[in-house]
C-alpha cells in the first residue's frame, strides 16, 4: 500500500520562512507525481494551494511556493503571516486503480 | 464563478445506504474528471473515487470499492456517490472535487455523513 508521508507538525515564527516536505513510499518523488498541496483551517474545507509541482491557484497567495526537494515535494512559505496557521496536506498522482494518495497533513503553528 | 454544492449527506444505521450529490456550476463540468474525497472527524483527508469524462473510467479506494459507486449526469451538472453498506468507518465529511490537469479543486463545504 501506497504511503505519502508528512511532517506530523512545524513550528515558525511571523515573518520567517518555512519548508514542509511530502515523501513518497515508492521512491523520489518527480513531477510525474503532479504534487499538490492543500491549505484547510479549522472548520473550514481544504483549498487547494499548488498543482503540477509549483502552479498556483489564482487564489494562492504569493508568498506559497512549490518545489521538488531531495527527492520530495516541498511547500515553501515565505513571509509566514498568521493567518497562514493552518493543517497542510500534499497529495500524489499514482495513477493505477487509486489515482490519488493524499499524506497525513503537517499541523503548521505561527508562534 | 465556479460552484461545488454537496448534499445528501445524514445520519444512518450500519448497513444502510446514502446517495450524495454535487450539484456544479461556474464551469463547464462534462469537460473534468470529478472526485469524491473525504475526511472522518479529526482526520486527514482521504480520496474516495473517481470519474472521468469520455470512456467514463472509473476507479475507487480500496475502503469503499464494492460497496460505492460514482456516476455522473452531465446534462444537469451534477456528480453522484451511491454508498451502500455503510460502517462506522464511512463517516466523515463528503468532499466532491473537480480535476483539472495535474491537481484538485474543493469548493463546496462538504456534506456529513454519520453512521
Known amino acids: 500500500q501506497t504511503v505519502v508521508t508528512q511532517e506530523p507538525s512545524l513550528t515558525v515564527s511571523p515573518g520567517g520562512t518555512v519548508t514542509l516536505t511530502c515523501a513518497s513510499s515508492?521512491?523520489?518523488?518527480?513531477?510525474?507525481?503532479?504534487p499538490n498541496w492543500f491549505q484547510q483551517k479549522p472548520g473550514q474545507a481544504p483549498r487547494a494551494l499548488i498543482y503540477s509541482t509549483s502552479n498556483k491557484h489564482s487564489w494562492t497567495p504569493a508568498r506559497f511556493s512549490g518545489s521538488l526537494l531531495g527527492g520530495r515535494a516541498a511547500l515553501t512559505l515565505s513571509g509566514v503571516q498568521p493567518d497562514d496557521e493552518a493543517e497542510y496536506y500534499c497529495?500524489?498522482?499514482?495513477?493505477?486503480?487509486?489515482?490519488?494518495?493524499f499524506g497525513g497533513g503537517t499541523r503548521l503553528t505561527v508562534l | 464563478e465556479m460552484q461545488m454544492v454537496e448534499s445528501g449527506g445524514n445520519l444512518v444505521q450500519p448497513g444502510g445506504s446514502l446517495r450524495l450529490s454535487c450539484a456544479v456550476s461556474g464551469f463547464t463540468f462534462s469537460n473534468y474528471a470529478m472526485n469524491w474525497v473525504r475526511q472522518a472527524a479529526g482526520k486527514g483527508l482521504e480520496w474516495v473515487s473517481r470519474?472521468?469524462?469520455?470512456?467514463?473510467?472509473?476507479h475507487y479506494a480500496d475502503s469503499v470499492r464494492g460497496r460505492f459507486t460514482i456516476s455522473r449526469d452531465d446534462s444537469r451538472n451534477i456528480l453522484y456517490l451511491q454508498m451502500n453498506s455503510l460502517s462506522v468507518e464511512d463517516s466523515a465529511t463528503y468532499y466532491c472535487a473537480k480535476e483539472p490537469t495535474g491537481g484538485l479543486v474543493t469548493r463546496g463545504q462538504g456534506t456529513l455523513v454519520t453512521v
Open positions: 470519474i472521468s469524462t469520455s470512456d467514463g473510467s472509473i
Open positions: 497529495m500524489l498522482f499514482y495513477g493505477g486503480a487509486q489515482p490519488w494518495v
Open positions: 515508492t521512491g523520489t518523488v518527480t513531477s510525474g507525481y503532479f
